[in-house]
């Protein structure tokens, strides 16, 4: 699952916390892929059980790939 961290209305970290989504879906592995660098927001993603935070501005398209396969595999 890919959130959008900029949402109307609501960020992504307060989607996932509203929707309880970790809750309905245990076993779905969540990456978000946003230009938020903010450590509060990374904070925040983690303990809702996204395993993982990438920043688009900081990652190339190839670990990108390598980050997608990686979740895939696991």
């Given at each position: 699952?890919?959130?959008?961290?900029?949402?109307?209305?609501?960020?992504?970290?307060?989607?996932?916390?509203?929707?309880?989504?970790?809750?309905?879906?245990?076993?779905?592995?969540?990456?978000?892929?946003?230009?938020i660098d903010s450590p509060r927001v990374v904070t925040e993603a983690q303990e809702l059980g996204i395993v993982e935070y990438v920043v688009k501005v900081t990652t190339t398209p190839s670990q990108m790939v390598e980050k997608i396969e990686k979740l895939t595999k696991e």
């Open positions: 699952v890919w959130p959008h961290m900029l949402m109307p209305g609501r960020s992504g970290v307060e989607f996932w916390r509203q929707e309880k989504i970790r809750e309905r879906f245990p076993d779905t592995k969540v990456l978000v892929f946003s230009n």
